[in-house]
């Protein structure tokens, strides 16, 4: 069956939502969600969103601690787009009902993360996400113009003459369906399930990703994957996130000794750089041969509890106290800053398909992500993307002029083997391409996802064509490839990506962004020097 939408919206967070709500006055609007509609990454963000609004801050601050964090590799123009849009549609959010948490005086209440040089970040308890997408949710609800289908599995994009005009999906009954249209929009979100530790919902898989590389748009600067520190770390529960924000409101990571240990890594200690954080709880684990906790005792019980009501609530679960308990906490996979490859209007290199949030590589986020950065990110991008969507067919992809020039090409492994299960693949990439990455190790799981990635291929060829788990390891395998190429490809240490063998940052060879795109030999490698 053929729908004929003006405008396809794959994902249902932060940056599809606001896109819909700006798309659905031109024109009718098909948003595809993979699981449930409020399934998303962006319902688990916890910390809050991050934007100049207060006396003592500036777009111009914030834009430094921006590019501070991005260690070097920040596209500054996509980051004064960030944050100079950022506080109207911020505003946006409150005149539509988000009910960010407010001073006594009723003013907007801002907590402060790590690397923010002062407190800007608004909040809605430890749920601003959900908060979010609340609001987001009922005004979509309400537009006649915009339909929603749930549980949709989305197998490949159309291309026809280089463009992309809709996509192939089977709707929830299993039937197939073609959805024509102006333009296409992917906010599917992140990447993190490709880890075997991480605190993303099964849903991040990475499948626009795969999507967009598979039609044969660029992706970008998929070797920065973003570890958050503090995930809980208790045998056989989930690794639930526990927000950088109570960091920011007083709390201390120490050692099983009950010793603060972060000042001997960094001088910012417990607020210093995700990366950096992630990388120290790691060593002091290694050296005393112990957990690492985080700690709020010497904190008010009541307002820790007040503040943090769904991370207290995680914790008493399993039996521990948030506000007197030592937390046991460690790193896990949470945010990749690269992705498909976009311009400041989510364009990507592909006429007819757009962009935004996790998903897209705009450049905002560079080599790692400024806290609470990645709400806003979805935010804004998501507001444009629809702006750039409603051009004529036209009108250009991302200029030409951003090709890289310099490539490698690779060639695919023609060995013949079982398909990694998604527990191996998720295991291998955690094992030898996560926080600490080695040439050796790297090499090994690039050698074994490429013939992973064949055998995935030939595996889809005898399955159902709706089999969703079939397309979900795939998809998964697929981006699990990119990254571990790009990663191995990139001969230094640079903000989240961090290479025992290459330990110092390079500047004069590797001040550049790893692009693949997809050609006839299904893998074509190159560098782009800013």
């Known amino acids: 069956m053929h729908l004929s939408p003006d405008f396809v919206v794959i994902g249902s967070g932060i940056a599809g939502l606001r896109a819909a709500i700006a798309l659905a006055p031109v024109g009718r609007v098909l948003i595809l969600t993979k699981a449930e509609p409020t399934e998303s990454n962006t319902g688990y963000a916890q910390g809050g969103i991050a934007v100049a609004l207060g006396e003592d801050d500036s777009p ?28 109207p549609y911020v505003q946006e959010l409150v005149d539509w009902g988000t009910r960010f948490d407010r001073e006594a005086d009723g003013q907007l209440s801002r907590g402060r993360e790590a690397a923010h040089s002062v407190r800007r970040v608004l909040h809605a308890g430890d749920a601003t996400g959900r908060e979010i997408a609340r609001v987001l949710w009922a005004r979509v609800s309400a537009l006649k113009s915009v339909e929603t289908a749930n549980h949709a599995l989305v197998t490949g994009l159309l291309v026809e003459e280089g463009r992309v005009v809709g996509v192939r999906f089977y709707d929830q009954l299993g039937f197939p369906r073609d959805a024509r249209a102006r333009a296409t929009l992917l906010a599917t979100g992140g990447a993190g399930r490709v880890f075997r530790e991480t605190t993303n919902p099964p849903v991040a898989t990475g499948d626009g990703v795969a999507l967009a590389f598979h039609a044969g748009a660029r992706v970008a600067d998929l070797e920065f994957v973003q570890f958050h520190p503090t995930a809980l770390n208790v045998g056989g529960a989930p690794r639930f996130l526990i927000s950088e924000a109570l960091r920011g409101d007083g709390g201390r990571l120490i050692n099983g000794r009950g010793q603060p240990f972060m000042t001997r890594y960094h001088p910012d200690g417990d607020l210093a750089p995700r990366d950096v954080v992630a990388r120290s709880i790691v060593r002091e684990m290694d050296m005393t041969g112990g957990s690492v906790f985080l700690s709020l005792a010497h904190l008010d019980p009541g307002y820790v509890i007040r503040r943090f009501p769904t991370i207290a609530d995680m914790c008493r679960q399993l039996r521990l106290d948030l506000a007197r308990d030592p937390i046991p906490v460690g790193p896990a996979a949470h945010y990749v800053m690269g992705g498909v490859d976009t311009d400041q ?12 949030g996790e998903v897209a590589c705009t450049g905002v986020h560079g080599a790692n992500r400024l806290a609470s950065n990645s709400l806003l990110e979805g935010l804004v991008f998501g507001a444009r993307a629809a702006i750039a969507m409603q051009e ?4 250009a992809a991302l200029g030409a002029d951003r090709r890289p020039a310099s490539a490698d090409r690779w060639t695919p492994s023609t060995d013949r083997q079982s398909p990694l299960t998604t527990t191996e693949v998720r295991d291998l990439m955690w094992k030898s391409v996560g926080l600490f990455r080695t040439r050796e190790g790297m090499e090994d799981a690039v050698a074994k996802l490429e013939a992973s990635y064949v055998a995935h291929r030939h595996a889809l060829d005898s399955a159902r064509a709706d089999d969703a788990d079939a397309w979900k390891q795939f998809n998964l395998v697929t981006v699990a490839r990119l990254i571990a190429r790009a990663a191995l ?3 230094e240490s640079r903000g989240a990506h961090y290479r025992s063998d290459f330990p110092e940052r390079d500047d004069i060879n590797w001040k550049a962004h790893v692009i693949d795109y997809r050609d006839d030999s299904d893998g074509y490698g190159e560098k782009r020097q800013d």
């Open 60 to 87: 111009a601050l914030h834009a430094a601690d921006t590019i501070k964090a991005g260690d070097g590799l920040c596209d500054e123009a996509a980051v004064r787009v960030l944050v100079e849009h950022g506080p």
């Open 345 to 356: 209007w989510g364009r990507t290199s592909m006429p007819g398909l757009f962009a935004a």
């Open 392 to 395: 004529p067919p036209a009108a």
């Open 489 to 491: 490809r990139r001969h």
